[in-house]
């Protein structure tokens, strides 16, 4: 018998060089209200899902990133049209690095953020 998990990811951290500037660009990018948490060793910015007890989380933290799309990539998900979010990561510094992929659940694509840490930012057919 395989274990099977309800989810695979149960947790992501991202390390960011400035928390205050990465908090600046997933707010402007993820259009979500992120929130810094100070109650552990170093401050760190929470993403919080809609439904705490079941969601998978992120957090940013004072770390060294990978830089230059080399690290994993997080997949996030987005307040709008991807289009949209492709001017959001390049008004608030980011890099857009592909365009926009089609896939059976829905699109993405890939972008650095300030740090060069790869991401991706997806939108399913339902947005």
Do not use: C
Not at 6 to 34: C, H, I, M, N, Q
Not at 66 to 75: K, S
Not at 80 to 104: F, K
């Amino acid at each position: 018998m395989s274990y099977v998990p309800k989810d695979f990811l149960v947790w992501g951290e991202l390390p960011v060089s400035d928390l205050d500037a990465a908090l600046k660009f997933y707010a402007t990018t993820t259009g979500a209200e992120l929130e810094v948490d100070e109650t552990g060793p170093n401050p760190v910015v929470m993403f919080k899902p809609a439904d705490a007890a079941t969601g998978i989380a992120l957090h940013l933290y004072p770390g060294k990133p990978a830089g230059d799309g080399r690290g994993p990539t997080l997949h996030l998900a987005s307040e709008g049209a991807l289009e949209d979010t492709m001017t959001r990561v390049n008004d608030a510094g980011g890099q857009v690095v592909s365009p926009i992929i089609q896939i059976p659940p829905g699109r993405f694509f890939y972008a650095t953020d300030l740090d060069g840490n790869s991401i991706g930012f997806f939108e399913t057919e339902a947005a």
